[in-house]
């Protein structure tokens, strides 16, 4: 989010795609791009960031439960 942001201030600078920032989120960066949407205030008037990321998040956790779930290691 930080270097989007940066990107973002720059004129004819190459950013970093939604769709990227979505594919991180997926695989275990949610909390991260989460903190840093509202850390650096970026991404946050897009309404697929404010309820896609809690849902990516609420997806990683039911995901490493499922985890500890069927490889018995409790929970």
């Given at each position: 989010m930080?270097?989007?942001k940066l990107?973002?201030?720059k004129n004819n600078a190459t950013r970093i795609s939604e769709g990227l920032l979505f594919f991180i989120a997926v695989f275990f960066g949610s909390?991260?791009?989460y903190i840093?949407?509202?850390?650096?205030r970026h991404k946050t008037r897009k309404w697929y960031f404010i309820f896609g990321i809690?849902?990516?998040i609420l997806q990683n956790i039911?995901?490493?439960w499922?985890?500890?779930y069927f490889l018995n290691l409790g929970i």
């Open positions: 930080w270097l989007d990107k973002s201030r909390v991260g791009v840093g949407m509202f850390t650096f809690p849902l990516v039911s995901f490493l499922m985890i500890f």
